[in-house]
Structures are given as C-alpha cells and as structure tokens.
C-alpha cells in the first residue's frame, strides 16, 4: 500500500478513471462519486488529502468546503486540493476562501497532476497516518455502516437493558459489539430521534 491515501470527489466516471491511471503506483487511491456520502465516507477512507471537484448535482464542491468550514478540527487535518473545470479566478478565490490549499484545474496532464500532488504532500509536511481498512474494503465498510444506521440505532436487546459502550440517541440505542471505533464519532442529540455523524 502506498503511503499517501489520496480520496477523489468527481461525479465523473472518465474523471475518475483518468485520475486513477495518473496516480496508479504512487499513491493510494480511492474515489466518490456521490458528494451527499462525503462525510460518512471520510469516517472509512481517512484520506490524507482530498481531490475535490466543484460542479457537482445536489452537493457542490463550494459545499462540501463552507461545510469543512462548520467543522474547523476536521478541515485543519484535512487538506483539500480542488480540481475543477471552474477556471475563473472569482472561483479560485472562492475556493481558498473556504480552505482548499491548491486549485489545478481540468482538463489536466496526467503526469502534472501527479507531480503537483508529490510536491504538495512533501510540502505539506503531512504526518503518517495508518489506514483502518485498506481501499478494497471500503465500499463494504461504508455498506455495513449503513446497514447499522437504518436497522440497529434505536433498538434495544431483549431484555431492555442496553450493554456498556452504547451510543445513545433520545434515550435509545445501542451499539452491538465488533464495529469499534468505526462508529466513535457519533454524537447524542436530544432533540432528534437520530444520532448525527460528527468529525
């Protein structure tokens, strides 16, 4: 596994692709192509640094920033680097406005695309972070997560007693045992029948 794990946010499938081919061997890829999934997903991947792009349905990359923005412990270890077709330079601005670190632009040289990410990271200083899970259990991961969400929060074992460890929500809720600290950043809300996913 390459050291540097690095998440790409395209809703492009031929984006995706092309910056999987550029990065091959050097760094250790993952992608999303659903922006909505950005913050659950992150929870799994633990990507050293985020390829963001910002023209995309439902969820923009301005977003997905402002809310990065909302979250100020998780924005300063998360580097964000845009790359967009958006090459105005309102846009640029906008963008580091609101956190990103770098902004390259589509379309782009393959080759140039791995190099400014190699001498972003090396200038970053970034710290090495073990990964949980390796990016061939993601998808899986993320699926049993959401598994979890909609069918075990808010119910109780028989017997009505909740184990030790169990992640609270309005009263209810448990936690069965085996998912550790994949699910150590949910938060209790008393005003809401379901938890929220934090950083």
Same mark, same amino acid.
Request: hydrophobic share 40%.
């Given at each position: 596994?390459?050291?540097?794990? =690095? !998440?790409? =946010?395209?809703?492009?499938?031929?984006?995706?692709? !092309?910056?999987?081919?550029?990065?091959?061997? +050097?760094?250790?890829?993952?992608?999303?192509?659903?922006?909505?999934?950005?913050?659950?997903?992150?929870? *799994?991947?633990?990507?050293?640094? =985020?390829?963001?792009?910002?023209?995309?349905? &439902? #969820?923009?990359?301005?977003?997905?920033?402002?809310? $990065?923005?909302?979250?100020?412990? $998780?924005?300063?270890?998360?580097?964000? #680097?845009? %790359?967009?077709? /958006?090459?105005?330079?309102?846009?640029? &601005?906008?963008?580091?406005?609101?956190?990103?670190? %770098?902004? $390259?632009? &589509?379309?782009?040289?393959?080759?140039?695309?791995?190099?400014?990410?190699?001498?972003?990271? +090396?200038?970053?200083?970034?710290? +090495?972070?073990? /990964?949980?899970?390796?990016?061939?259990?993601?998808?899986?991961? $993320? /699926?049993?997560?959401?598994?979890?969400?909609?069918?075990?929060?808010?119910? =109780?074992?028989?017997?009505?007693?909740?184990?030790?460890?169990? *992640?609270?929500?309005?009263?209810?809720?448990?936690?069965?045992?085996?998912?550790?600290?994949? %699910?150590?950043?949910?938060?209790?809300?008393?005003?809401?029948?379901?938890?929220?996913?934090?950083?």
């Amino acid at each position: 596994m390459s050291q540097w794990r =690095v !998440l790409l =946010v395209d809703d492009s499938a031929d984006t995706i692709e !092309l910056v999987r081919e550029s990065l091959a061997g +050097e760094f250790d890829f993952c992608a999303l192509e659903d922006p909505e999934r950005f913050f659950d997903y992150l929870e *799994v991947a633990e990507p050293d640094v =985020v390829l963001l792009d910002l023209l995309m349905p &439902k #969820v923009d990359g301005f977003a997905i920033l402002s809310e $990065l923005q909302a979250r100020p412990a $998780l924005a300063a270890r998360l580097p964000i #680097v845009v %790359l967009s077709a /958006k090459r105005s330079v309102e846009d640029q &601005k906008r963008a580091y406005g609101l956190g990103a670190k %770098l902004y $390259l632009t &589509k379309p782009f040289e393959p080759d140039r695309l791995r190099r400014n990410l190699s001498i972003f990271i +090396e200038s970053a200083h970034l710290p +090495e972070r073990p /990964k949980m899970f390796k990016v061939s259990e993601l998808d899986r991961q $993320l /699926k049993l997560r959401a598994s979890f969400k909609e069918s075990q929060l808010g119910q =109780v074992p028989s017997g009505g007693q909740a184990p030790e460890g169990t *992640v609270r929500s309005g009263g209810r809720g448990y936690r069965p045992p085996g998912l550790g600290s994949a %699910l150590s950043h949910l938060e209790e809300d008393e005003t809401s029948p379901e938890p929220r996913w934090v950083d």
